[in-house]
């Protein structure tokens, strides 16, 4: 396998990010979740408890300064 990544996803606790997220830490990437989770963290519960290569991070894409600090280390 390819050295893993480090995927950044936006709105990842919403319904295509939801789907998404689980898929791409079971090809063995590392995966950031920024989210406002409006509907709570809960979402991704289930997947949290399987993968330790998740981190979310509670923000919103239009905060430059949450945003920038997200993509660190992203590729």
Not at 17 to 22: D, K, N
Not at 38 to 45: C, E, Q, T, W
Request: proline content about 3%; cysteine-free.
């Amino acid at each position: 396998m390819a050295k893993p990544l480090t995927v950044l996803i936006t709105g990842g606790a919403g319904y295509v990010g939801a789907e998404l997220t689980p898929q791409i830490l079971a090809k063995g990437h590392r995966v950031k979740v920024l989210d406002l989770f409006l509907f709570g963290d809960h979402v991704l519960d289930d997947v949290r408890a399987k993968h330790d290569a998740l981190e979310l991070i509670k923000g919103d894409i239009r905060d430059q300064k949450v945003l920038r600090a997200s993509l660190q280390g992203v590729d």
